[in-house]
């Protein structure tokens, strides 16, 4: 079975603070990791995926197998930061997600 | 293009009703997905559909609930009867299974079984 933890429910960091959202994953083959965000008021999205290796609006995302995690970080948290983030995990040649509970970020001025 | 097209945006009726969901896909996009998202439990996956073929539904919770997928361009998530247990957000998602599969998000269907 695959799972997708995010430990934090909630995140609170000041403008400017480095942000690290947790996301741990436990998939016994090669699994695709993905980021989604939702803004309020506004769908989901996704924000990055662990296969393009690219950076999203000062957001990066490293898979680590031996650790089976996919930390979302930013070094300098900005107010418009402030959403739902939203861990995802796909395996298995399937096209389903398996997503985690989620954290909310609030970013303080 | 206006993205995922879900109706209704809100939904109340009471037990035992029965509930229609409605999700209008991209045009050109040939896989849909269902997932409901509660506090409890999170977002889960429903099923899901490949060129209108039902290709995973272990996710549906009981056999209250189906799914069709008529056409390309229209799919629908029904519950009979409804519980008050169904109270959720329910998600409508596509994407093209041809290419990086992004999955587009709808705005969801808020339901409410009273």
């Known amino acids: 079975a695959q799972r997708v933890t995010q430990p934090e429910k909630l995140l609170s960091v000041f403008k400017g603070a480095p942000v690290e959202l947790k996301c741990n994953y436990s998939y016994s083959g090669s699994p695709e990791l993905f980021w989604y965000v939702q803004y309020s008021r506004q769908r989901l999205q996704l924000l990055l995926r662990h296969i393009s290796r690219e950076s999203i609006k000062g957001f990066t995302a490293d898979l680590n197998k031996g650790e089976t995690s996919f930390h979302l970080k930013k070094p300098f948290a900005q107010e418009e930061d402030s959403a739902m983030y939203y861990c995802?995990?796909?395996?298995?040649?399937?096209?389903?997600?398996?997503f985690g509970k989620g954290t909310h970020l609030i970013i303080q001025p | 293009d206006a993205g995922v097209i879900q109706s209704p945006r809100h939904e109340v009726t009471e037990m035992g009703q029965e509930v229609t969901l409605r999700c209008k896909p991209i045009?050109?996009?040939?896989?849909l997905f269902w997932y409901r998202q509660t506090m409890m439990r999170g977002l889960e996956l429903l099923i899901y559909?490949?060129?209108?073929?039902?290709?995973?539904d272990s996710g549906m919770p009981e056999d209250r609930f189906s799914a069709k997928m008529p056409n390309a361009s229209f799919s629908t998530l029904k519950i009979q009867p409804s519980e008050p247990r169904d109270s959720a957000v329910y998600f409508c998602?596509?994407?093209?299974?041809?290419?990086?599969?992004?999955?587009?998000f709808g705005p969801g269907t808020r339901l409410t079984v009273t």
């Open positions: 998602a596509s994407s093209y299974a041809g290419g990086p599969r992004e999955q587009y």
């Open positions: 995802a995990l796909r395996g298995g040649g399937a096209d389903g997600l398996t």
């Open positions: 559909f490949n060129n209108n073929v039902p290709i995973d």
């Open positions: 045009s050109g996009h040939n896989s």
